[in-house]
């Protein structure tokens, strides 16, 4: 067997195979130089155990691979980053892919697929099995089945206990679950001075669900009238929205992150009511300072005249200022256009050096289609 067959059996990247060569040769020479004088029949011993340490990584990286690629696949379909729609049979299928290969976060996303589905029994027995795995993003989410009493008995008290311990095990979401009980007085007096010091914390997190949660929660406590008097002292600037205007006063305080998540709650309808409209412009404000998600959403919107007049051309010039941003989807997404020429001049050539980027940067759709025009 060649080691190109070697490496394609196991199924590894280039890189990965490097890794897997560079731990067996680490392995061996540390053997050598504690234990052997240099001779010919050393030479061939030490020869078998690097042979036989280099299969060892072999197994373990290719298992690593596996794992990560199958809860890459899951997070794809469940948020539909690749097709636009989610697809919440074949995210289950990858996520228990990723479960049996190990990675406790799998467990945590198996719950949310079944708390999406209805069915929050099923997903208090996934995310306490995730917890149980060392999942704190599991734990978190049990945490928060029983503040609301969804799937399990109502206990604040053990709801307390799981978000602190999934905030003390670096779990920065948690920090909502915290920030819910104190602003809601679950299980403990109400402050909202209290509330909005996890909920802050919480907003640094980059969890596309949570971070929008904290951002709404935070300007919920600053316009709300039981705030008047309490925060003095407590305020930070970035987030104090006396003096602004309704949803607008999170966005204006600057945060850099803000206006993208504002925007995404009002795409998704998270705790708001959905409203393209005002969604479309909350990403143009955020596009308007760089950021690339915004873009690649305005280009989507424009695809599919999601609160605006559908526009093709107006979509493709979206979707590349945020592949050139760096965002991987968009730079599969434009190169598509490119082929087909949808909103673009069709230029094959142009299509291969986008798929040729977002193939690099990990996206197998991109990877398929370049390897169909190419024919490598």
Same mark, same amino acid.
């Not at 696949?73 to 049996?100: C, H, I, Q, V």
């Given at each position: 067997?060649?080691?190109?067959?070697?490496?394609?059996?196991?199924?590894?990247?280039?890189?990965? #195979?490097?890794?897997?060569?560079?731990?067996?040769?680490?392995?061996?020479?540390?053997? &050598?130089?504690?234990?052997?004088?240099?001779?010919?029949?050393?030479?061939?011993?030490?020869?078998?155990?690097?042979?036989?340490? !280099?299969?060892?990584? #072999?197994?373990?990286?290719?298992?690593?691979? *596996?794992?990560?690629?199958?809860?890459?696949?899951?997070?794809?379909?469940?948020?539909?980053?690749?097709?636009? *729609?989610?697809?919440?049979?074949?995210?289950?299928?990858?996520?228990?892919?990723?479960?049996?290969?190990?990675?406790?976060?799998?467990?945590?996303?198996?719950?949310?697929?079944?708390?999406?589905?209805?069915?929050?029994?099923?997903?208090?027995?996934?995310?306490?099995?995730?917890?149980?795995?060392?999942? /704190?993003?599991?734990?978190?989410?049990?945490?928060?089945?029983?503040?609301?009493?969804?799937?399990?008995?109502?206990?604040? &008290?053990?709801?307390?206990?799981?978000?602190? &311990?999934?905030?003390?095990?670096?779990?920065? $979401?948690?920090?909502?679950?915290?920030?819910?009980?104190?602003?809601?007085?679950?299980?403990? &007096?109400?402050?909202?001075?209290?509330?909005? @010091?996890?909920? %802050?914390?919480?907003? $640094?997190?980059?969890?596309?669900?949570?971070?929008?949660?904290?951002?709404?929660?935070?300007? @919920?406590?600053?316009?709300? $009238?039981?705030?008047?008097?309490?925060?003095?002292?407590?305020?930070?600037?970035?987030?104090?929205?006396?003096?602004?205007?309704?949803? *607008?006063? %999170?966005?204006?305080?600057?945060?850099?992150?803000?206006?993208?998540? %504002?925007?995404?709650?009002?795409?998704?309808?998270?705790?708001?009511?959905?409203?393209?409209?005002?969604?479309?412009?909350?990403?143009?404000?955020?596009? /308007?300072?760089?950021?690339?998600?915004?873009?690649?959403?305005?280009?989507?919107?424009?695809?599919?005249?999601?609160?605006?007049?559908?526009?093709?051309?107006?979509?493709? @010039?979206?979707? %590349?200022?945020?592949? $050139?941003?760096?965002?991987?989807?968009?730079?599969? !997404?434009?190169?598509?256009?490119?082929?087909?020429?949808?909103?673009?001049?069709?230029?094959?050539?142009?299509?291969? /050096?986008?798929?040729?980027?977002?193939?690099?940067?990990?996206?197998?759709?991109?990877?398929?289609?370049?390897?169909?025009?190419?024919?490598?």
């Amino acid at each position: 067997m060649t080691i190109k067959e070697l490496r394609e059996s196991k199924g590894l990247s280039q890189g990965k #195979f490097a890794d897997s060569i560079g731990i067996g040769r680490t392995a061996i020479v540390g053997y &050598e130089k504690g234990k052997f004088k240099w001779n010919m029949k050393k030479r061939t011993v030490l020869a078998a155990l690097f042979l036989l340490f !280099t299969l060892f990584a #072999f197994d373990c990286a290719a298992q690593a691979e *596996t794992s990560e690629n199958a809860l890459k696949e899951g997070l794809a379909w469940y948020y539909g980053t690749e097709t636009g *729609t989610a697809d919440f049979d074949k995210a289950e299928a990858a996520f228990r892919d990723a479960t049996d290969a190990g990675i406790a976060d799998a467990w945590y996303y198996l719950g949310r697929v079944a708390y999406q589905r209805g069915d929050n029994k099923a997903a208090a027995a996934f995310f306490e099995t995730g917890a149980e795995q060392g999942s /704190e993003l599991a734990r978190f989410n049990l945490g928060i089945l029983y503040e609301n009493g969804e799937g399990v008995d109502t206990d604040y &008290e053990k709801a307390m206990a799981l978000f602190q &311990e999934a905030v003390d095990h670096g779990c920065v $979401e948690a920090n909502c679950g915290l920030g819910d009980l104190y602003q809601n007085g679950g299980g403990v &007096e109400a402050d909202n001075a209290r509330a909005l @010091q996890y909920f %802050l914390l919480a907003a $640094e997190s980059d969890n596309p669900e949570w971070a929008p949660y904290a951002f709404l929660s935070i300007h @919920q406590i600053y316009t709300s $009238e039981s705030a008047e008097g309490e925060l003095d002292g407590e305020q930070d600037g970035r987030w104090n929205a006396k003096g602004l205007e309704g949803e *607008t006063a %999170l966005a204006r305080a600057g945060h850099p992150k803000a206006r993208f998540y %504002l925007g995404y709650l009002y795409y998704e309808g998270m705790n708001v009511e959905q409203d393209y409209a005002t969604a479309q412009s909350w990403f143009l404000e955020a596009a /308007e300072l760089g950021d690339a998600r915004s873009m690649y959403f305005l280009g989507y919107m424009y695809s599919k005249g999601l609160g605006v007049e559908a526009d093709q051309e107006k979509s493709a @010039q979206w979707y %590349l200022k945020s592949a $050139e941003a760096g965002y991987i989807t968009s730079m599969y !997404t434009i190169g598509r256009r490119y082929e087909l020429g949808n909103g673009v001049e069709q230029n094959i050539e142009t299509a291969i /050096e986008w798929y040729q980027k977002a193939a690099e940067a990990g996206n197998k759709k991109a990877a398929d289609r370049l390897a169909e025009l190419t024919g490598n």
